[in-house]
């Protein structure tokens, strides 16, 4: 006999372990390792569904009260074996039940109605069909008559048909007519399953041939792979060095071995000419999967890689679990990006599943960023991952010249324009050679801080190191808070640092900032690019295309504009409140504010031409913003790497953050305090919270924050699984839910 551990699709926690079945003998065939099933499930043999995670020849009950499968869903997706492994390694080291864990890795779970590609063929030689037409026109038959004469007009009906959705949309003519002609053996339709190609064709590319620095890293890790090694790879390249080169080639050797490759890039719409060079090289063997594809044109992309039919596929987070059987490498772009951390539960990053995938099935990971995160840098100088490095763009462009605009200055100096005078004379200049212009602002942590406009103070958490954030009631200020820890101080009047009055939450939005460049520069063509100017399906691709092809002078945009394109024409970038990130009330506000900032510098001058960025700041001392306009990413890590040995952060540390969720005010406190109580009971744990929440209550569930810190990874998942257990123990609590956040 055959025994099947069964995991049941409800995402339960009491459910969350697998449930023993037979495999009746005619299942046997069918029923293999991550098959969909369909079984009778507790008293009342209730009919759910359910994933086989294991086969086994062993009961471990009583044979009598074991139930049988009933069916195999045959559209349900079968996983490769090491993806579910790869599920309780994410279900493990990040919290969720083994159910959703499964959902992670199987992004398509039943098969959606194929579309179908349908041709028409007349069945009846020529001037049978002529006939019939003239004999149907008498009888005023219109429809059958257009189809007719369709097929008698178009010189190749009879060796390649006519589409059939064509001619019933274009002639038209209804599907009823086409079935009576079929019935009557007039035409044959014909059926041949199509797959939806999301992105179609163009011409080949030819690969350039590799300078110097690019082919000793391409050579180095080529030799390590021909000679067995895997490992992980951290390519530190500023913008335009040329690692999406050093990636196409290290694919092709890959590929051409018979592996398959999987390429992460952060976002498909801000990403697009990466997406279009994949496809121009390596044509239709290339799929990509994104959140914009319908049902069915994932399904495809993922039957096709599953069938073996291409060999890379490139996309969003979701990509890495492809389920590609003979996979060779995993690429992750623009590595530091925050969107390769989920941010559902169970919140996994892209990266550590990457290696771990990779590690299962004998893979190697290459990671690659001008800006690493603190994360993947600090292990490539522990030798965990090999580092390279590259410091000349590839073309031969120089990198811009970089000036900091300090803001407090300017309002000394009577300028109270959001414009400081570098910018408006660099952007006069520009504007008069025809060049174009990109002004970046830098929305994120947007007016959640309090700030002086004469010294530039922010009101931080003595305790944190992170800003205090603004919380509101009825409209205004009533006090400000640290989110890690709950410190939380009433809103001052003046300046704490300077006694100014000029302190409060400042802001100001693109489309202000659009007003204000019309007003001083009227005869500009500008173009916003915003959530409300990119709605719709395109409308990225539409705002930098139309900007690519030169048709506006000047760019206006949030973090949306300064990844990843290459625009030859622009010859400066303004950042308008570059600190603005630095007080998004995160440890990692410093690390991403030089990340933007080194990103947005790297959109200048990508041409011959050479280029020019302002940074305008009220911060201009602080190591983040001066090692930004150096393009000096040792200077920032060694700064940063400090600040988070000090205060226990990532990557030195480990931090876990957990959130409880509940409609109960008073359960959600009582539970976060006693969670927070276990975590203080162990010595090797510093504790801070509970406090709530960033955003305390959301859509009527109030929501409390616990931290927890500790050197070693495995006590905070040990206190995890303690916390899962306590929650299925303890009946009390179970309008409470939690949510685990391992250093995010
Ligand atoms: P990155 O991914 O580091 O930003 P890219 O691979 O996009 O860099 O390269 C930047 C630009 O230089 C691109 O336009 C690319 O086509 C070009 N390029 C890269 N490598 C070479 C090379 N070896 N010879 C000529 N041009 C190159
Ligand atoms: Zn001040
Ligand atoms: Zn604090």
New binding site residues.
């Given amino acids: 006999m055959v025994y099947a551990d069964v995991i049941v699709d409800i995402s339960v926690k009491s459910l969350d372990r697998p449930f023993q079945y037979r495999v009746p003998p005619e299942l046997l065939e069918d029923a293999v390792v991550g098959a969909l099933v369909r079984i009778p499930f507790g008293r009342g043999n209730r009919e759910m569904q359910g994933y086989i995670i294991g086969l086994s020849g062993e009961a471990r009950f009583d044979v009598s009260r074991i139930k049988n499968i009933q069916e195999v869903v045959k559209q349900g997706v079968v996983a490769e074996s090491h993806l579910l492994s790869l599920a309780y390694w994410i279900k493990e080291n990040y919290g969720a039940t083994m159910n959703d864990a499964i959902k992670v890795v199987l992004p398509v779970k039943q098969e959606i109605r194929q579309k179908v590609q349908r041709t028409i063929y007349p069945a009846m030689q020529r001037e049978e069909l002529e006939k019939l037409a003239a004999l149907w026109e008498k009888k005023h038959y219109r429809a059958r008559v257009r189809l007719l004469q369709a097929i008698l007009e178009s010189p190749a009906s009879w060796e390649e048909g006519l589409d059939h959705d064509t001619a019933v949309r274009q002639l038209p003519v209804t599907t009823a007519v086409v079935r009576e002609l079929e019935r009557q053996g007039v035409i044959t339709v014909e059926t041949a399953r199509k797959y939806r190609n999301p992105i179609s064709g163009g011409e080949r590319d030819v690969p350039?041939?590799?300078?110097q620095r690019?082919q000793e890293v391409v050579e180095s890790l080529l030799s390590d792979y021909r000679r067995g090694i895997r490992g992980t790879y951290l390519i530190h390249?500023?913008?335009?060095?040329?690692?999406?080169?050093?990636y196409m080639q290290i694919i092709q050797e890959i590929v051409d071995q018979g592996k398959q490759a999987i390429m992460l890039i952060p976002e498909i719409a801000l990403t697009f000419q990466t997406v279009k060079r994949f496809y121009s090289r390596f044509g239709d063997r290339v799929s990509v999967m994104h959140s914009r594809l319908s049902q069915g044109e994932r399904f495809d992309q993922f039957t096709r890689a599953k069938n073996g039919d291409i060999d890379i596929m490139i996309g969003p987070r979701s990509a890495l679990f492809t389920p590609f059987a003979r996979l060779g490498l995993i690429v992750i772009d623009e590595e530091h990006e925050s969107s390769y951390q989920s941010d559902m539960p169970p919140r996994y990053h892209a990266r550590e599943v990457a290696v771990k995938r990779a590690s299962m099935v004998g893979a190697s990971v290459v990671l690659?960023s001008?800006t690493p995160s603190l994360e993947a840098y600090y292990r490539a100088l522990q030798g965990r991952y090999r580092l390279f490095t590259?410091e000349e763009?590839?073309?031969g462009a120089v990198l811009p010249k970089v000036w900091i605009t300090d803001m407090r200055q300017e309002l000394e100096e009577n300028n109270r324009s959001v414009f400081g005078r570098k910018l408006m004379a660099l952007m006069e200049e520009k504007l008069k050679r025809k060049e174009q212009v990109i002004l970046f602002l830098n929305r994120r942590g947007y007016a959640g801080f309090v700030s002086c406009r004469k010294c530039g103070e922010v009101l931080r958490c003595p305790h944190c190191s992170v800003s205090l954030t603004v919380h509101q009631r009825q409209g205004k200020i009533h006090h400000l808070e640290c989110h890690y820890c709950g410190y939380h101080i009433s809103m001052p009047g003046t300046c704490p640092q300077c006694g100014s009055k000029y302190i409060g939450a400042f802001g100001i939005g693109t489309q202000k900032v659009e007003e204000l460049v019309r007003e001083q520069f009227p005869y500009a063509r500008v173009l916003r690019m915003d959530k409300d100017t990119t709605s719709g399906k395109g409308g990225h691709e539409k705002i930098l295309e139309e900007f690519a092809g030169q048709g506006a002078d000047i760019l206006i945009g949030t973090q949306m504009i300064v990844k990843g394109h290459?625009f030859p024409n622009v010859t400066l970038v303004g950042v308008l409140a570059a600190d603005l990130s630095l007080n998004i009330g995160d440890y990692r506000a410093g690390e991403k504010t030089y990340q933007l900032l080194a990103q947005a510098a790297g959109r200048a001058g990508r041409g011959r031409k050479p280029g020019d960025v302002v940074i305008q700041t009220y911060q201009p001392e602080h190591y983040s913003i001066v090692a930004a306009a150096e393009q000096d990413y040792q200077a920032f890590y060694r700064q940063e790497i400090g600040m988070r040995q000090i205060l226990q952060y990532p990557p030195v540390s480990n931090i876990l953050g957990v959130l409880v969720l509940s409609e109960k005010e008073d359960q959600a406190r009582k539970l976060a305090a006693l969670l927070a109580g276990q975590l203080r009971s162990r010595q090797d744990i510093q504790t801070l919270g509970p406090t709530e929440a960033p955003l305390a209550k959301l859509r009527d569930v109030y929501r409390q924050m616990v931290y927890g810190k500790c050197r070693d990874y495995r006590v905070l998942r040990q206190m995890k699984n303690q916390m899962e257990q306590y929650m299925r123990e303890h009946e009390e609590y179970r309008d409470c839910r939690l949510q685990f956040h391992f250093n995010s």
Avoid: Y
């Fill in positions: 350039p041939k590799l300078n690019q390249g500023v913008t335009g060095s040329g690692k999406t080169e050093i690659g001008a590259l763009r590839a073309g290459d």
